[in-house]
C-alpha cells in the first residue's frame, strides 16, 4: 500500500514540475532566441508574469461564442496533465498511472486540446479565427500520420506502446540508440515536434500579423483567465514533447530509478538540463532558418512522414 502511495505522490510531482517549468522554458527558449539576434530581450521569468497578470484581468466573451468557446481554455490546459500522468518525466519506472493509457492514447489527448481550440477559434464570427484553424488543421491532418507511423515502429520494436517500455527497449543496450532506425525516428520526432509545437520552420510564435498566424490563431479572441489557461496549456504541451522525446528516444538517463522522494527530487535538475540542452537546438534551427511559406509546410511535414517511413522500414529488413 505504501508503495501505490508513493507512486501517486511521484505521479503528483511530475505533474507539478510540467506545471510549474513550462513557462519557465517558454521564457529560456525567448530569451536565448533573443540573444542569438543580439538583442536584450524580456527576463527568462517574463511568461510568469503574463500568466499572472492575465489571471487576474477581466475576461471578454464575444456574444455570437457558444458553450465550446468557454469550455475549450480547461480542456486545452487539463490535456497536456493528463499525458503527464502517463510518461516518463521524473522516473524510469512505471508510475500508478503509467498503464492507464499508451502512447497512442496520449497522442489522441494532445489531439482533443488541439480540436476543441481549432473550434473555439471558429465560434466567435471572427474573420481570422477560421483563417488561422483551417491552417492548423492542415498541419495538424499532416502531422498525424507522422505520428502513427513513429509509434508503430518504437511499438514494433519494444513489443508495446507503454511509455516506460519502450524506453528501456530502445536505448538499453546502447548499441540501440545508433541504429538506423532509431537516427531516422528521432529527426522525424524533432520535425514533428516543430510543428506541433508551432516553432519556426512551420510557424513563428512571436509574429503577430493575423493574416499569417497558424498556432497562435486559436487563442486570438481570449483574454483573462481564458487567455491564460489557453498560453499554459500550449506551454505544457510543448514540455511534455520535449519530455517524450528526450526521456523516451534520446537521454533516458538522469531519471530516478530508486523509489524514494529523494531520487524523485534529485531528477528534476538533470532532466530540466536535458531540456535546456534541447533548447539550444531548438534556438539553433529557428535562428538558421525562415518561416515557411504555407504551402511548403507540407512538403516539411511529407519529409517528416518519409522520414518516419524510412525509419519503419530500416528497423524491419535492416538486422
Known amino acids: 500500500m505504501n508503495a501505490v502511495a508513493n507512486k501517486i505522490l511521484f505521479n503528483l510531482i511530475q505533474v507539478l514540475v ?49 458553450r465550446v468557446f468557454r469550455f ?15 510518461i516518463p518525466v521524473l522516473t524510469n519506472y512505471p508510475l500508478f498511472f503509467a498503464f492507464m493509457g499508451d502512447m497512442i492514447g496520449g ?59 519502450v524506453q528501456g527497449k530502445w536505448v538499453s543496450p546502447i548499441s540501440n540508440f545508433f541504429l538506423p532506425s532509431h537516427v531516422l525516428l528521432v529527426l522525424a520526432f524533432l520535425m514533428l515536434i516543430l510543428a506541433e509545437g508551432g516553432r519556426i520552420p512551420v510557424d513563428n510564435p512571436t509574429g503577430h500579423f493575423e493574416l499569417a498566424m497558424i498556432d497562435e490563431s486559436k487563442s486570438l479572441e481570449y483574454s483573462g483567465r481564458g ?19 528526450l526521456n523516451v528516444l534520446v537521454t533516458p538517463w538522469g531519471l530516478a530509478s530508486g523509489q524514494t522522494i529523494g531520487a524523485v527530487l534529485l531528477a528534476i535538475p538533470y532532466v530540466l538540463f536535458k531540456i535546456f540542452c534541447f533548447l539550444l537546438v531548438l534556438v539553433v534551427i529557428e535562428s538558421s ?19 518516419s517511413v524510412a525509419a519503419m522500414i530500416a528497423q524491419i529488413f535492416l538486422p
Open 18 to 66: 510540467v506545471m510549474g517549468f513550462a513557462p519557465l522554458a517558454s521564457g529560456v527558449l525567448a530569451r536565448l532566441k533573443e540573444m542569438i539576434q543580439s538583442k536584450r530581450g524580456p527576463s527568462i521569468f517574463q511568461p510568469y508574469r503574463d500568466l499572472w497578470k492575465l489571471f487576474h484581468k477581466d475576461e471578454i466573451v464575444s456574444e455570437e461564442s457558444s
Open 72 to 86: 475549450t481554455p480547461y480542456i486545452v490546459f487539463i490535456t497536456p496533465v493528463f499525458v503527464t500522468l502517463l
Open 107 to 165: 497522442g489522441f489527448v494532445l489531439a482533443l486540446g488541439g480540436f476543441f481550440a481549432t473550434l473555439a477559434a471558429i465560434d466567435t464570427a471572427n474573420p481570422y479565427g477560421p483563417v488561422g484553424a483551417s491552417r492548423t488543421r492542415m498541419v495538424g491532418f499532416l502531422a498525424e500520420p507522422v505520428f502513427m507511423i513513429v509509434f508503430f515502429t518504437v511499438s514494433f520494436v519494444a513489443g508495446s506502446t507503454i511509455p516506460y517500455i
Open 227 to 245: 487567455f491564460a489557461l489557453m498560453k499554459w496549456g500550449g506551454q505544457m504541451k510543448m514540455f511534455v514533447l520535449m519530455c517524450i522525446f
Open 289 to 307: 532558418f525562415s518561416k515557411l511559406r504555407l504551402f511548403r509546410i507540407a512538403e516539411f511535414l511529407g519529409a517528416a512522414f518519409i522520414t
